[in-house]
């Protein structure tokens, strides 16, 4: 059973990182586009949530694989789009020490999610936990939905 669970891991991974080096270049295009990263984010975050909240449900077997898939396919798009707003932001002279403070931030999360997670399973059940994740997940969709309606207003308004 550990083998099979640890192949099974395995597997969706590596179909993670197939398809991640097709989708990426991809979803960097598109929000290269008209309508910008910010909507792309929002998006990716919301389906974010709800996949990680339908991991909770009794879903048959198969659903429940293709719906891990769909997390670790959104999380792809999700450091696509995140490395690309940072890329945004980073110029001139600062460029280096924006790079550098993104890339250690985004690994030490990378490294303590997992900690919390454990932590979070011991004190308040798996369950809880994917709810908390999902949870999080749809707040930062909604505040960066709301933050992308303020400054358009915004925009809006001192073009007029």
């Known amino acids: 059973m550990v083998i099979g669970a640890a192949t099974l891991a395995g597997a969706l991974q590596a179909v993670r990182w197939a398809l991640g080096s097709f989708m990426s270049p991809w979803f960097g295009r598109l929000s290269d586009r008209k309508w910008g990263r910010r909507p792309l984010l929002t998006g990716s975050l919301a389906l974010a949530a709800i996949c ?23 999380t792809t798009l999700l450091s696509t789009i995140m490395d690309a707003m940072v890329s945004d932001i980073a110029f001139g002279s600062a460029r280096t020490f924006i790079m550098t403070m993104y890339v250690v931030v985004s690994d030490v999360g990378a490294s303590m999610g997992p900690l919390f ?13 994917y709810w908390l994740s999902a949870s999080l997940l749809l707040l930062l969709s909604i505040f960066w939905f709301m933050k992308g309606h303020v400054g358009m207003r915004r925009n809006i308004v001192a073009n007029q």
């Open 52 to 74: 990680m909240a339908a991991t909770n449900f009794e879903i048959p077997f198969g659903l429940w694989l293709l719906d891990l898939l769909a997390l670790l396919i959104v």
């Open 117 to 129: 997670g454990y932590v979070s399973e011991h004190f308040i059940g798996l369950s809880m936990t």
